[in-house]
């Protein structure tokens, strides 16, 4: 008997947002494999839920009268491509998080709730061939708005809302009636991405580097390559990444381009709209009103946008005719998501390109030490723009100064408070730069050494002078200040330490008539705050900033000269092996914000240890010195890139309950000779937020080793019973 054509398929397993590491059973008549990757609603407990499908089946493990049908598919958004379900397969896989919590953390958020929010779309009327026949002749003589409407849609074109209501007040009811005469047709489309139109910009020639840099990665369209691209600060990378999305375009693909925060996004969209001023360029980033993004996402899944500019979450965005993936910065901390689906969105993307076989090129002036020794090995190429791109820009001079024998007053070392009155004189920009915000670090009493300190966290309470309040970075618990010490009565109670604030108030003090603006993330809450800064700088409408990493970040302030850094030291006694590596870029990155231009720059470090060689090669911008000084530490130590970390992470109220349960956890683990679990400890941080914190670390050589115990080791860890005790794990962490 020849076997059905077309069988129905009865059983769809599908992805729910669950800590659960499996798929769920439903029925599902009439389904076919077109239908993978498509949104569902489904019954679950007394709930509903939204879900996905990712696979069919004849068979389920559940007697078949105890599934229920899947009650709703939505086919108003495209199912998710095979290729991104296998990205997201891979993830979940290597992550070792649930598979149907990575298939819905891949969805921006209106997707994975069960009421509908709509793209947003513009509504157009245009007058038809009937209309055009017929409307002219039958129009009353006195009818004035219906002649003014007419007289707008009588070019046959399509015409939005606004420029058909100056018609008169009636045009909407006239509107109605010639549609339901068939004279005019009414279609929505997808609203447009960009609001604002750019004025476009031309394509400078290209340096020798850069040029070099886009032959030899176009040359690698439609192939796997992965490529480093080494470029000092201003060296032009944004050039190369300009042209290499021109080439992608041009070949009829599309370009994915990552970047680190929310900030970065509006100069660096306004930059690709200026060069592409006719193309759509989505934008994605978790700052966006949910109909925003679901708009822009659209718009990338359908094909329609080319570009695509985004933060992490944008590395999973559906893209039909993906071509090209660059991430800029690519050694920045915030492509590692921190809760929930723990991924970095840098590793994520070359494991995209790899997939897809397409090139993906990593840009950074300070690459991660795991991508640069990766570019040694020869695992990724490594391209190399070694000089700035405007000819006579130079990189900044970089001095240190011996706060040993300079005791800086109130922060401010006297040398760097006199280079900032030269730039006063000549009419430049100085920037200090502490990676604290707030007033001082503490409030601390001068008789007994109390210091204030969060309750729920093992952390002091940041003074903010301002608000009059003591405030927890950590957990966000905030107080009222104290006026005396609560251990022994004394009332002279002193700020510990310089923050964002006090530095500020200190230079309001030295440079009466000087225009001083801080820049951290207490002043640019508001929305829209940041870039108006921004506008302001570059207008030189400020003397003096003073802020924290915010500014250190790819930001082009033409007039800005000089560079003090404050309390840099901090990073060099952490317990933190990777504080040095992070230190080493945020410096580099900071100090390349001076002299940009024409002019020169110069970059003032206040520091103990003058003589660390952190500093000295910092001072001859020898970032690859430095990477080679900390790969050999790392090697003969064993930390990564030579070996691959994961950490399993515990809370409860007791320290004791988290570590019993790693305990548990450790015995549980099947024992591999190349792989290490060392005996839990309690965290850095072992109090946050009211909760106990442990860490159980497993290290190996051989990532496939690792990567095989904790698959053997997962399911025994879902079955632990531990109603008391928090755990997720943390693959490649970024701190331990
Ligand atoms: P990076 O991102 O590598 O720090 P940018 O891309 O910001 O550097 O470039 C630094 C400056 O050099 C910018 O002002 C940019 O417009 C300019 N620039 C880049 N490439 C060229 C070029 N080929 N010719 C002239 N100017 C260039
Ligand atoms: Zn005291
Ligand atoms: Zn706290």
């Known amino acids: 008997m020849p076997s059905a054509p077309h069988t129905l398929i009865r059983i769809a397993q599908i992805a729910l947002d669950l800590p659960i590491p499996r798929l769920f059973d439903y029925l599902a008549p009439d389904l076919t494999t077109a239908d993978i990757g498509c949104r569902v609603r489904v019954p679950f407990g007394r709930k509903y839920l939204i879900g996905i499908i990712l696979q069919l089946d004849h068979n ?67 007058l038809n061939a009937l209309g055009l026949a017929q409307c002219e002749a039958r129009l009353p003589t006195r009818a004035l708005v219906q002649r003014a409407l007419f007289a707008v849609l009588r070019d046959g074109a399509t015409h939005r809302a606004a420029d058909l ?58 192939h796997f390559y992965a490529a480093l691209l080494h470029g000092i600060t201003g060296s032009g990378k944004t050039e190369v990444y300009l042209h290499l999305v021109t080439t992608a375009l041009e070949r009829g693909g599309q370009a994915l381009l990552l970047v680190p925060e929310i900030n970065l996004t509006p100069q ?21 009103a949910e109909a925003e993004r679901l708009t822009h996402w659209l718009a990338a899944a359908q094909g329609r946008a080319r570009i695509v500019l985004g933060t ?59 991508t640069w020794h990766n570019a040694q090995t020869g695992r990724y190429a490594l391209i190399s723009l070694p000089q700035r791109a405007i000819a006579d820009a130079q990189l900044p001079a970089i001095r240190l100064i011996d706060t040993r024998s300079n005791r800086p007053a109130d922060g401010l070392s006297s040398q760097l408070l006199s280079a900032i009155e030269q730039r006063l004189e000549r009419g430049q920009q100085s920037l200090v730069f502490i990676n604290r915000r707030g007033y001082a670090p503490t409030l601390m009493c001068t008789e007994c050494g109390w210091g204030a300190a969060c309750t729920r966290c093992s952390a002091r309470l940041v003074l903010h002078l301002r608000d009059q309040q003591l405030r927890c970075h950590h957990c966000g618990h905030v107080e009222r200040i104290v006026h005396a010490c609560p251990d022994c009565g004394n009332l002279d109670l002193k700020p510990g330490g310089f923050g964002t604030q ?63 850094v404050i309390n840099a030291d901090n990073a060099l006694y952490s317990t933190d092996f990777r504080a040095s590596e992070r230190l080493f870029a945020q410096l580099m990155q900071v100090g390349g914000r001076a002299g940009r231009a024409s002019m020169a720059g110069e970059v003032l470090i206040q520091t103990e240890f003058p003589g660390h060689h952190l500093y000295q090669l910092l001072q001859r911008h020898d970032y690859a010195a430095f990477a080679a000084s900390l790969l050999r530490e790392r090697e003969t130590s064993g930390f990564p890139p030579f070996v691959y970390q994961a950490v399993l992470r515990a809370e409860a109220p007791q320290i ?15 024992t591999l000779p190349n792989v290490t679990l060392f005996d839990p400890t309690p965290a850095t941080m072992q109090r946050k937020a009211g909760l106990e914190r442990g860490l159980l670390l497993l290290q190996s050589a051989n990532r496939q080793a690792l990567q095989g115990l904790l698959t053997a080791w997962m399911p025994s860890l879902h079955a632990l019973k531990s109603s008391a005790v928090r755990w997720h794990l943390d693959v490649d962490p970024l701190e331990i």
């Not at 929930?340 to 990593?362: E, H």
């Not at 225009?515 to 800064?533: G, Y």
């Not at 548990?664 to 683990?669: F, I, N, S, V």
């Open 268 to 288: 660096l969209t306004a930059v690709f709209q200026a060069r592409f001023p006719n193309l759509e360029i989505a934008t994605l980033h978790s700052g966006m």
């Open 312 to 370: 992490r979450l944008a590395v999973f965005t559906p893209l039909p005719d993906l071509a090209l993936i660059i991430v800029d910065e690519e050694h920045d901390s915030s492509f590692h998501q921190q809760d929930g689906l723990r991924y970095a969105a840098r590793d994520v993307a070359v494991m995209r390109a790899q997939q897809r076989r397409i090139p993906v090129l990593l840009g950074s002036a300070t690459p991660a030490l795991e």
């Open 60 to 126: 389920s493990t559940h007697a078949h009268d105890k599934l229920k049908p899947i009650t709703a598919i939505y086919r108003d958004t495209p199912p998710l491509p095979a290729e991104l379900l296998q990205l997201l397969r891979f993830c979940s896989q290597y992550y070792h998080y649930p598979l149907g919590a990575t298939v819905l953390a891949a969805l921006p958020t209106a997707l994975r709730r069960a009421q509908s929010v709509h793209a947003r779309t513009i509504t157009t009327w245009q």
């Open 656 to 670: 004791d309950t988290a570590l019993a349960f790693l305990q548990r956890a450790k015995a549980l683990a099947p």
């Open 165 to 222: 209501a100056a018609s008169g007040k009636a045009y909407r009811s006239i509107l109605r009636a010639w549609l339901t005469l068939g004279w005019v047709t009414q279609s929505s489309q997808p609203a447009p991405l960009n609001i604002q139109p750019a004025t476009p910009d031309l394509a400078p020639n290209l340096t020798p580097a850069q040029r070099a840099a886009v032959t030899q990665v176009s040359a690698r369209h439609g």
């Open 502 to 564: 006090r530095l500020e108030d200190t230079l309001t003090r030295r440079f009466s008539g000087a225009r001083i603006l801080r820049v951290d993330r207490d002043s640019t809450r508001a929305k829209n705050s940041w870039p108006a800064m921004q506008q302001a700088i570059r207008a030189n409408e400020v003397d003096i900033l003073v802020g924290t990493q915010l500014l250190a970040k790819g930001h082009d302030f033409p007039n800005l000269t000089l560079v003090g």
